[in-house]
């Protein structure tokens, strides 16, 4: 019920910025919390940073101090302000919207498309 379409993904050096932007539509009266997610190739799909509906975040230890995740609730968008990039960062973002564990164990979210983020040495 929720689209979420991401933008701002590219290559960088290492040491520079970017500055990721997820954009929700639909049913976005049902989204409370809202995250990114990161993958690199051939490794799992992890957790980067979350926010709440209220502004409380999350953070993975790999990224504190360095990535900032905001949102515009008037606007139905989440940001992820990523500094002081490292070659470890690169990896395909996801924007996801209400992750939850159902009764069975699975867990499930609305995702958007992903974009690549690419971190030279």
């Known amino acids: 019920q929720v689209q979420l379409v991401e933008s701002g993904g590219g290559l960088v050096q290492a040491g520079g910025s970017l500055r990721l932007s997820c954009a929700a539509s639909?049913?976005?009266?049902?989204?409370?919390?809202m995250a990114w997610y990161r993958q690199a190739p051939g490794k799992q799909r992890v957790l980067v940073a979350s926010?709440?509906?209220?502004?409380?975040?999350n953070y993975a230890d790999s990224v504190k101090g360095r990535f900032t995740i905001s949102r515009d609730n008037a606007k139905n968008t989440v940001y992820l302000q990523m500094n002081s990039l490292k070659p470890e960062d690169t990896a395909v973002y996801y924007c996801?919207?209400?992750?939850?564990?159902?009764?069975?164990?699975?867990?499930?979210?609305?995702w958007g498309q992903g974009t690549q983020v690419t971190v030279s040495s």
């Open positions: 926010i709440t509906s209220s502004g409380s975040t």
């Open positions: 639909g049913s976005t009266f049902t989204i409370n919390t």
């Open positions: 996801s919207a209400n992750g939850r564990h159902t009764y069975s164990g699975s867990f499930i979210a609305d």
